[in-house]
């Protein structure tokens, strides 16, 4: 999927790929492989870009993200594809921010749906049950907001980056 991030000053398109268990980002002509886990519900994540390890926090902040990285606070603002094609289409870019994206944090099988489309939500609300490992692990929700989108179905087998529930 591809994405416009504006931050400190500056404007990078970006692309992620996911390709079974893997994970590369790529800006311009950098290919750089990545592994996110959010860590226990939290809006912590563990990333590790091209194996250097980092510690970012993730905060939704009136339609933009506020991110934590080395004790340095950055606000962003990030477009998803279909956002840009609507700020391109109406020339608005102010209002196409697009919500989360829950992501599948590892591959598994998707055991339950606690939402709907329309359903509102509220960070840390457990929104799906995902089995992996024989283990059930519960998804929560990161922002406050409604469900607009449920892109998987019980049942269905899910890999690790895997876009499940947009929220706005």
Same mark, same amino acid.
């Given at each position: 999927?591809?994405?416009?991030?504006?931050?400190?000053?500056?404007?990078?398109?970006?692309?992620?790929?996911?390709?079974?268990?893997?994970?590369?980002?790529?800006?311009?002509? $950098?290919?750089?492989?990545?592994?996110?886990?959010?860590?226990?519900?939290?809006?912590?994540?563990?990333?590790?870009?091209?194996?250097?390890?980092?510690?970012?926090?993730?905060? $939704? $902040?009136?339609?933009?993200?506020?991110?934590?990285?080395?004790?340095?606070?950055?606000?962003?603002?990030?477009?998803?594809? $279909?956002?840009?094609?609507?700020?391109?289409?109406?020339?608005?870019?102010?209002?196409? #921010?697009?919500?989360?994206?829950?992501?599948?944090?590892?591959?598994?099988?998707?055991?339950?749906?606690?939402?709907?489309?329309?359903?509102?939500?509220?960070?840390? #609300?457990?929104i799906l049950t995902l089995e992996a490992m024989k283990m059930e692990n519960e998804i929560k929700s990161g922002v406050d907001g409604v469900v607009k989108e449920i892109r998987i179905k019980v049942g #269905?087998?899910?890999? #690790?980056?895997?876009?499940?529930?947009?929220?706005?």
């Amino acid at each position: 999927m591809k994405y416009k991030v504006d931050i400190a000053d500056e404007s990078i398109e970006l692309e992620v790929r996911h390709s079974g268990d893997a994970t590369d980002v790529v800006i311009g002509d $950098r290919v750089l492989t990545a592994d996110v886990v959010r860590i226990a519900g939290s809006p912590v994540y563990s990333l590790v870009l091209d194996g250097r390890s980092y510690e970012v926090s993730v905060h $939704r $902040r009136g339609g933009k993200f506020e991110l934590v990285l080395g004790g340095e606070t950055y606000e962003a603002d990030v477009m998803d594809e $279909r956002a840009m094609r609507i700020a391109e289409a109406t020339g608005d870019a102010g209002h196409a #921010q697009s919500g989360e994206t829950v992501a599948a944090p590892m591959p598994g099988v998707v055991v339950g749906l606690a939402v709907e489309v329309g359903a509102e939500v509220s960070v840390g #609300q457990g929104i799906l049950t995902l089995e992996a490992m024989k283990m059930e692990n519960e998804i929560k929700s990161g922002v406050d907001g409604v469900v607009k989108e449920i892109r998987i179905k019980v049942g #269905q087998g899910v890999a #690790q980056g895997e876009p499940l529930i947009v929220i706005e």
